[in-house]
């Protein structure tokens, strides 16, 4: 499954980027283990309470992953490239998944990859109800979490999420 934005990259400018990271060339480091993917829209369960096939689709995500980070310092510019670690498990009998991220260097306010041992959480899952997909990002960069809401496209299998801060909207793909 490849991860990307429309441009294959985070956006932003001066180092205000999209904090849900991008992944480009992912290298999978541990196994994963997932019933095969389905479309949102075919989910069948009339139990609200139990995971569909949504969850499995995630579930498809669970495992520890490198990749590179692709963050984009403006229109004109060419994207700073980094790599990171995600590792993703299921919580909650398979309900959501526990993604954390590590990225050592994050350009700084020249542009220069500089080291900063950036972290983040997010907490993902699929809301049977409002039939969307969630996710819930927090890291050691900011105080407030972001909330996104997204959708999965199967032909391309492509997740996109949109979400707002205290402080912009933000639409990025996963």
Request: proline letters at 6%.
């Amino acid at each position: 499954m490849h991860v990307k934005d429309s441009h294959g990259a985070l956006s932003g400018d001066g180092g205000d980027f999209c904090r849900w990271p991008v992944f480009a060339g992912e290298k999978e480091t541990s196994p994963v283990t997932a019933a095969p993917a389905r479309s949102p829209n075919d989910s069948t369960s009339d139990d609200l309470t139990r995971p569909s096939a949504n969850q499995n689709l995630l579930g498809e995500l669970a495992g520890t992953w490198s990749y590179v980070l692709k963050i984009s310092m403006g229109s004109n510019k060419r994207p700073i490239e980094t790599n990171g670690v995600v590792v993703r498990q299921p919580i909650m009998g398979g309900r959501y998944f526990l993604a954390d991220f590590d990225v050592e260097m994050l350009p700084g306010t020249d542009g220069k990859l500089e080291k900063v041992n950036f972290k983040g959480k997010s907490i993902e899952g699929y809301d049977n109800v409002k039939k969307k997909f969630i996710s819930i990002w927090i890291d050691n960069a900011s105080t407030g979490p972001t909330i996104f809401e997204g959708s999965y496209d199967p032909a391309s299998r492509i997740f996109t999420y949109a979400g707002e801060t205290g402080f912009r909207k933000q639409k990025c793909a996963k």
